[in-house]
């Protein structure tokens, strides 16, 4: 195998039995936030320290995500989803050492230098290209 291990953690992600040494694929924010705001009655505050408290327990943290959704023209509640996602991402962003769009199936480096973020593994290679117009 490729030394992966599997945790189903629908809720509470910041208690998943990570070593310190590790990275971590976290599958995905809009399913995790999903699950909180709708099934726990939770909220996006929530979510976000839960995933502060998982970051703070990895050596690498890579949160997969979905943006560019629009509130306009949906239900109230489906609009505060939207609203509370959109607000995740922007934070996380903020937070991050790089961040990496998908533009046309291609992976584009939109912050920071991903080969600083991957020394700590140097057995993964990426081979990325920039955003036009970024600032890395």
């Not at 839960?50 to 239900?75: A, N, Y």
């Not at 109230?76 to 996602?85: K, Q």
């Amino acid at each position: 195998g490729l030394g992966f291990t599997t945790f189903e953690c629908p809720l509470h992600v910041s208690g998943a039995p990570v070593s310190a040494g590790s990275a971590v694929l976290l599958e995905d924010l809009s399913n995790l936030l999903a699950n909180v705001l709708f099934e726990s009655g939770g909220t996006a505050d929530q979510v976000w320290d839960d995933l502060l408290g998982l970051q703070q327990r990895c050596l690498l943290l890579v949160v997969v995500t979905i943006s560019g959704l629009s509130p306009h023209g949906c239900d109230a509640e489906t609009a505060a989803y939207i609203d509370a996602l959109n607000g995740l991402n922007e934070r996380l962003l903020r937070r991050a050492d790089a961040a990496v769009r998908m533009c046309c199936h291609e992976p584009v480096v939109c912050k920071g230098d991903l080969s600083d973020v991957f020394k700590a593994f140097p057995h993964c290679s990426v081979d990325i290209q920039h955003c036009p117009g970024s600032s890395v």
